[in-house]
């Protein structure tokens, strides 16, 4: 009994451990970018006026995410909804994005 419940034990250690490597489940991520579209667009494609993300270089658009997350960009509403993001799924939001076609 000893045995079973320390390899569950470590089982369950090394699951938590290996879960920020972990890759993001493609429904929670499509969600998530689903959230941009109200202003970014249906899978980033926007409408006139405002800035499309489908197609977009990763590295620009994290920087800009992460800037207003710091709060060295300016925003309206881009500094409070980045805010709410891990640095680790903006990252995969912003490849989602990039990987759309343009």
Not at 12 to 39: E, Y
Not at 43 to 68: R, V, Y
Request: charged share 15%; hydrophobic share 45%; with cysteine.
């Amino acid at each position: 009994m000893k045995t079973v419940l320390t390899a569950a034990l470590a089982a369950g250690l090394l699951a938590a451990a290996g879960a920020g490597h972990a890759q993001t489940d493609p429904l929670q991520l499509r969600s998530w970018a689903a959230a941009c579209a109200s202003c970014h667009g249906t899978n980033g494609h926007a409408q006139p006026g405002m800035e499309s993300l489908a197609g977009g270089n990763k590295d620009d658009m994290l920087k800009k995410l992460m800037d207003f997350k710091s709060g060295a960009k300016p925003a309206t509403i881009m500094h409070q909804l980045a805010k709410g993001y891990s640095d680790e799924q903006l990252a995969a939001i912003v490849g989602w994005f990039a990987a759309q076609k343009k």
